[in-house]
């Protein structure tokens, strides 16, 4: 059974930092394009990065650039996202995925609609930013 599982969510100040881990299990995800979305309460789920299976493209939503790093270890099968200098716009529950098809940069641009329809998706963890 393939699944994505996040971690790493919590409740911290403004300016803190947090990373988050994405474990995937069920099969090897190293062709795969992987990405964070959020989604906060009462809002759409948007896209905040992306990464190639390679690790060697990277693509981040222009509200996280600079502040957010998103990377990942094969070996490991997981993904992370370092989060810094943390804003309390950035509360919201994090959501991984995973697509064999689409790049980093098409992964960014997917409608509302469309992200749904990626090949696998995270239950979620939740970041709780306090001013």
């Known amino acids: 059974q393939v699944q994505l599982v996040e971690s790493g969510g919590g409740l911290v100040q403004a300016g803190d930092s947090l990373r988050l881990s994405c474990a995937a299990s069920g099969r090897t995800f190293s062709s795969d394009t992987m990405g964070w979305f959020r989604q906060a309460p009462g809002k759409e789920r948007e896209f905040v990065a992306a990464i190639s299976g390679s690790g060697g493209s990277t693509e981040y939503a222009d509200s996280v650039k600079g502040r957010f790093t998103i990377s990942r270890d094969n070996a490991k099968n997981t993904m992370y996202l370092q989060m810094n200098t943390l804003k309390p716009e950035d509360t919201a529950a994090y959501y991984c995925?995973?697509?064999?098809?689409?790049?980093?940069?098409?992964?960014?641009?997917?409608?509302?609609?469309?992200?749904?329809?990626?090949?696998?998706w995270g239950k979620g963890t939740l970041v709780t930013v306090s001013s």
């Open positions: 995925a995973a697509d064999l098809i689409l790049s980093p940069r098409a992964m960014g641009l997917q409608t509302k609609s469309e992200i749904y329809g990626m090949d696998y």
